[in-house]
């Protein structure tokens, strides 16, 4: 895709969402970083579902290990692999109070420092929390950028250097939100809806249906 190309598509995408942002409920650094872990393999109605009635009782690191790893597990066991989610949101609680005075690091190596944290975690963390450039490639990032060709790649690395190389300057900072919402809701894995796409006659997509006349 030719830069000219791109940075109508990103022009669009924002015109249509000026301020993009997760759809994963939170009031604090630490209730985003609590909710990222937890939306490995799950979605995020699912996360907001559990933590809405977690945060009630215990929304911070204090208060989740007071809770212990078994009442935790109690709060979350509506959500996918929750016993190994409630062992690392205990034990990066215990990291978070002896380290970081209880408050979630801004750096990536201190994230990815913490249990259940990985390289895509911590680019959520470092871009919706604290406002730093990154790119958190999951399968819709992965699956737009490949498909449209705003940035091909082999695997989620590839792709997340690409598009932090390709994505023009001025919608870098958003550009994680407007993708992901767009494969989540447009641009979609079986059927993706072309007819609905405001960026259709844009997108390189070989397959995609002819345009109604």
């Known amino acids: 895709m030719k830069a000219g190309k791109r940075h109508e598509l990103f022009e669009r995408l924002r015109a249509a969402n000026p301020n993009p942002t997760t759809e994963l409920r939170y009031g604090s650094n630490f209730e985003l970083l609590v909710a990222v872990i937890l939306s490995a393999q799950a979605t995020d109605v699912g996360v907001n ?11 911070t690191p204090e208060t989740i290990i007071a809770l212990g790893e078994e009442g935790l597990k109690k709060q979350i066991r509506t959500i996918g692999l929750f016993n190994t989610k409630a ?24 994230l990815e420092a913490l249990p259940g944290v990985g390289r895509k975690t911590a680019n959520v963390i470092l871009n919706t929390a604290f406002r730093q450039v990154a790119m958190a490639v999951d399968t819709h990032i992965f699956r737009v950028s490949n498909r449209t060709g705003i940035a091909p790649g082999r695997n989620v690395v590839a ?6 190389r390709l994505v ?46």
């Open 159 to 164: 792709v997340e250097r690409e598009l932090l």
């Open 49 to 59: 579902a559990a933590t809405a009635k977690l945060y009630r009782i215990a929304n």
């Open 87 to 110: 062992r690392n949101i205990i034990a990066t609680c215990e990291i978070l109070i002896e380290q970081h005075g209880g408050q979630v690091p801004s750096t990536r190596e201190e």
């Open 168 to 213: 023009p300057e001025e919608f870098l900072l958003d550009a994680h939100h407007w993708l992901i919402l767009h494969g989540r809701y447009v641009c979609t894995a079986r059927k993706p809806r072309c007819g609905n796409c405001p960026i259709a006659d844009l997108c390189e997509y070989p397959n995609k249906p002819p345009a109604p006349h």
